[in-house]
């Protein structure tokens, strides 16, 4: 028995903080309708894209909990809230207000609050629960727009030793489990590695499970929910074609690929035909398994080709980046430079589609987690180098597209590489007026976005307009000798003046060492 005052035996409060009330957070659960209603949402917009649960079994318990809460056990409860806080999560505040009469940040502080009181009267840091650990994975799910990168690695580092300890790395196949529990559980696991995976990204550090351990571990099966049962004694058929868990195994394939090719994509000793190779290899690949059978008017289906395709831009960003080169790209020719800044339109043209789409509204919580900022910084660094054209016009309206879509990246007080990202922007743009005035183009027309750019760059004091360093380009008319990014002053990351901007070792350092640490953000819709 623990002494008053005294050190708890549970140190889940250390995680989630407070102390567990049975009495606080059930009375805190919706009524039946709202219940419902979070079900169907959270059916919708957040279980396409994690699938940790087996719907149909937990729809039973969304309907128990509204004739008597009291009659589920306390890891039930927990997932119950865990999807309530999800659900509300990946809703808009107007759809919040007009479904459930309240702002969406007064229903996520709740039910995130919730969920945690849950928890911790669940165990969850003493009992080797399945269902909590369902329950802690959702709860990371819906704190990754409220809490900072470096608190939503820890917690995911968290559900890897829970996993860990339930032998979720491990391959049951042989084991004493029915055929619907190792389902859910490579399911489950799967969905946690992608978490850690991007926690540490975001956090700017290693994920702490390598998915080179997972390289062999079973994918789940091609099945919807309706194919499972926790009854069944045998197997069913895997389907060819798409079912409820392709934007998923997508994913889970992308993750098993880069855990064996992401060696060879950075290496110098590799070359650049031998990783194209290996990269339209597994295009093939995905495109016989996936791609082929999407049909893009079903939400789920459009998500999961622009996201695979953003993928496979992403990984000839990798292939071919500057610093694959020996001399840190000063020998890269010109060709390589116009396929680096297609590549990275095309990354930020399919998130700029699917900000757009309003049948992908409900994964817009997705899009902002995964927004791929560094090929918006890649498109910016080369859009310097382009003849005016198309394809650089294209650019510019994407620029204005992503700053409507994102708009923290201009916010007051956001982070420092948000602030960088907003000086690359005007550097872009202020070389894009000097190359127009210097060949005698028409002037062209300042976008809002820009103008409210250079106003807070003005009030900035280390902010020169420098035409030396900006009168870059390509082709007739512009510069003789383009610069390249390493003729550049090399600056240090604490050091960020003017010039840093269009630095490769500059963006790498910045970009890699803690992209995201900065103060959380709300990104209410």
Known sequence: MEASGGPSSDPSHVLLGGTPSDSGYRDMHPQPMHAFSLWQSFLQNVNPLSKVIHSSSVQ???????????????????LLFAIYTAAVMSMSDEDCSTTFGEPQKTLLSRYLFATQQALQAAGVMKVRSFTLLQAFTLHIIAARQLYNPQAIWLLSGTAVRMGQLLGLHQNPASSELSIFDVQMQRRVWWQILLIDARGAQLAGSQSTYQFSDAANFPLPGNFNDSDLSPEMREEPVAHNGPTEMMF???RYELGRFLSTAAQTLNSHDVSLQEKDRLISKYENRIECMYLRYCDTALPLHLLSSGGARSALCKMRLMAHHPCQYQDRGKSMPQSEHDMLFVTSLKMVEYDVLGKSVRSLDGFGWHMDIF????AFVFMLIELRRQQPGTQVDKAWQ?????FKYHPMLAEEGSSELNAEVCKLVVRAWESREFNFVRNGFEQVIVPPIIGKLRSKLTETPDYEYDVGAIGQGSGEGFTDTPLTMHEMEAMQTDNMGSSAVADWDFWDNLL??????QEPINYSK
């Open 371 to 374: 927004f791929q900022l560094d």
């Open 398 to 402: 994407l620029v204005e597209d992503v």
């Open 60 to 78: 039973m318990h969304v309907i128990e909990a509204g004739r008597n809460l009291d009659s589920l056990d306390r890891p039930t409860v927990a």
């Open 248 to 250: 998923c195994l997508l």
């Open 512 to 517: 890699q060492g803690g992209m995201h640490s």
